[in-house]
């Protein structure tokens, strides 16, 4: 099938048929160019300071547009949350101390479910194709669809962490460092999960794989945020692992779109 | 300059390598006969750990070895995203399941180091950790790149594993410095010159020496072999179509 495809595109690029740019399904096809033109339409609408705020909102209305999904990830992570009493003994002391990484675990499959919704789904019914032909430079794109599923994840985490803490016996003071580092590790984790989906985003369904390929990239992640909570919970301070963890973030930031971008220019 | 660019023709390239093996092949015999000699009788058992220290003699250049492979995949895949020539992806498919063997060896003796020395087979420390987190890497990279049915789209997607998975590499290593730490530290490459005895320290180079002989004998077959492969498979979709 990539043969034809990317023909396809070139011809799109040279400015043929951009008709013909994406030969997925019918109905696929009306949906994006659908997206596309409501895009268009608002970016046109803005002036050019405008167009960031406009892609991101359009970005966060993806989201927005289908509520079930979001639903169904907030109802796995609380799921994880509730099977892990079951599996380790409900003796509040050892749930007390296990509470912010058993959450973290939580955040990151959950995290690993949500994956799909960045690039897989418009690979699937050729919205990338046209993201690719817009006008608009990539990595822009790319930074606000990765902004846009940030705020998704962290406006669903950040109350159920609350209530998931709650039930976890965790002690009061070590929840608002719990919060800092997935406010701080999250993006962090979307963009390493962006980077890696991107690469298998033309591979059949296998998410198995971006697992075993996403989590040891995970691993500092986990380690740091896990460090701060720790450092909350003994009473020391938690800055130090929180700044690697700001650290980490500061360095995917102004690289991961680039990456990105390369990687799905390059498919 | 000339000379590289005509190197990166798989076929030529390849026919180097067939050339470069017998000596490869020899040289990793001579150095094993010799360091194992070294290292089985002619070096010392240490003072506290008697003759297991022996162990280290296949553990510390299958450490070396195995990371030395990933780093070197890291600049092939660098280059090959580049230049995207395609005998970057044959150095990095030849190379990986190489290096991810030379990594398992080094978990594998390290288990057999611990039980005598620590009283455990595996502990949750740093550098056992960041081991582990390398033998994924390799064990992710050829999963993906198994996973592609076209070999140029597999050899991007895997490229850029690699380098990804190049630029995590340090920070892993010293995020799980600062987590747990139980391993010795750094003792033979350091500034203030090595901490091993120098009885001990020769035949550890030259096993490491042997086993870096050993990996280029290897990726030098297993690209003859790739390169003899591809080319047969185009052949016969040829004779086919």
Same mark, same amino acid.
């Given at each position: ?52 705020? *406009? ?17 169904? +990830? $907030?109802?796995?992570?609380?799921? #994880? ?99 800092? *580092?997935?406010?701080?590790? $999250? ?22 794989? %971006?697992?075993?390929? %996403?989590?040891?990239?995970? $691993?500092?992640? %986990? ?45 | 300059?000339? *000379? ?11 026919? %180097?390598?067939?050339? +470069? ?21 002619? *070096? ?15 553990? #510390? ?7 030395? $492979? ?27 399941? #190489? ?62 594993? +690699? ?59 297993? #690209? ?12 016969? +979709?040829?004779?086919?179509?």
């Amino acid at each position: 099938m990539a043969p034809p495809r990317n023909e396809d595109k070139r011809h799109a690029r040279e400015g043929g048929h951009p008709s013909h740019a994406a030969s997925a399904p019918a109905d696929a096809a009306n949906k994006s160019t659908i997206e596309q033109m409501e895009l268009d339409a608002r970016l046109r609408r803005h002036d050019k300071e405008n167009n960031c705020i *406009s892609l991101l909102r359009h970005d966060l209305a993806q989201h927005l547009r289908r509520p079930a999904e979001g639903a169904a +990830l $907030i109802l796995f992570f609380l799921i #994880v949350v509730l099977i892990l009493p079951f599996a380790i003994g409900p003796d509040p002391d050892l749930l007390r101390r296990l509470a912010p990484g058993l959450i973290w675990i939580a955040a990151l499959l959950m995290n690993l479910l949500a994956l799909d919704r960045l690039f897989v789904q418009d690979e699937r019914d050729g919205t990338l194709d046209l993201l690719l032909l817009s006008p608009i430079p990539l990595p822009l794109l790319i930074s606000s669809k990765l902004l846009a599923q940030t705020l998704a994840i962290l406006a669903a985490l950040i109350p159920i962490t609350a209530i998931a803490g709650a039930m976890l016996n965790m002690s009061p003071q070590v929840l608002p460092i719990l919060l800092l *580092s997935l406010a701080i590790g $999250i993006p962090s984790l979307v963009m390493l999960g962006g980077l890696l989906s991107a690469i298998t985003a033309t591979l059949r369904r296998n998410p198995a794989l %971006l697992t075993a390929l %996403l989590i040891p990239m995970a $691993i500092p992640i %986990l380690i740091f945020a896990a460090g701060a909570c720790d450092a909350a919970a003994m009473g020391t301070s938690p800055m130090p692992p929180l700044l690697l963890l700001a650290a980490l973030l500061s360095f995917l930031l102004p690289t991961a779109p680039f990456a990105i971008a390369a990687v799905l220019r390059q498919r | 300059m000339k *000379s590289l660019a005509l190197l990166a023709n798989p076929t030529r390239c390849a026919r %180097l390598a067939a050339k +470069l093996t017998p000596f490869a092949a020899l040289g990793a015999t001579v150095t094993f006969v010799w360091g194992l000699a070294l290292a089985l009788f002619a *070096s010392p058992a240490d003072y506290q750990q008697g003759e297991t220290v022996r162990i280290m003699y296949v553990h #510390v250049p299958a450490a070396w070895t195995g990371m030395m $492979i990933y780093g070197a995949m890291a600049l092939a895949a660098g280059i090959s995203l580049v230049t995207r020539a395609a005998i970057m992806d044959i150095i990095c498919v030849a190379a990986a399941p #190489v290096g991810a063997t030379f990594v398992a060896l080094c978990l594998a003796t390290g288990c057999l180091w611990g039980k005598p020395t620590w009283g455990a087979w595996w502990v949750w420390d740093a550098r056992l950790t960041s081991v582990l987190i390398l033998f994924l890497l390799y064990c992710g990279y050829m999963a993906l790149r198994n996973a592609f049915d076209d070999e140029t789209q597999g050899a991007k997607a895997g490229a850029w594993l +690699l380098l990804a998975g190049a630029i995590n590499l340090p920070i892993i290593k010293f995020s799980v410095d600062w987590w747990n730490t139980l391993h010795q530290p750094t003792s033979v490459l350091r500034s203030a010159g090595s901490a091993i005895a120098p009885a001990m320290l020769r035949p550890l180079l030259v096993m490491a020496l042997a086993f870096t002989l050993y990996a280029a004998w290897l990726v030098m077959l297993r #690209v003859q072999t790739i390169v003899a492969r591809r080319r047969m498979e185009k052949t016969m +979709l040829n004779a086919r179509a």
